[in-house]
């Protein structure tokens, strides 16, 4: 099994910083990608941000220049870096890992950390 540690939510004002983290860990063989989502009340989950371990990210588009997904593939971790907040930004950001452990193939999600910023 492939545990995921979220770390980083919280409340900021509209314009400051935050810094997500999530370290998976487990029997894992190879890691394919891991990313972010999120939801907002009332909303879908949105993807926010993913990163291969080969080295691509992609972004939504409401977030492309304040976010960045960065990688630390000796500690099988993401952090995303939110910059320039606004409200919308607000909602539950789940962290998600693609990878193959001895299970094999398996897609995993975290528990999510809030993210509310005041406007």
């Known amino acids: 099994q492939v545990q995921l540690v979220e770390s980083g939510g919280g409340l900021v004002q509209a314009g400051q910083s935050l810094r997500l983290s999530c370290a998976a860990s487990?029997?894992?063989?190879?890691?394919?990608?891991m990313g972010w989502s999120r939801q907002a009340p009332g909303k879908q989950r949105e993807l926010v941000a993913t990163?291969?371990?080969?080295?691509?990210?992609n972004y939504a588009d409401s977030v492309k220049g304040r976010f960045t997904i960065i990688r630390d593939n000796a500690k099988n971790t993401v952090y995303l870096q939110m910059n320039s907040l606004k409200a919308e930004d607000s909602g539950v950001y789940y962290c998600?890992?693609?990878?193959?452990?001895?299970?094999?193939?398996?897609?995993?999600w975290g528990q999510g950390t809030p993210v509310t910023v005041s406007s």
């Open positions: 998600n890992f693609q990878g193959r452990t001895v299970m094999g193939y398996v897609e995993v």
């Open positions: 990163a291969t371990f080969g080295g691509t990210t």
């Open positions: 487990g029997r894992i063989f190879s890691i394919n990608a």
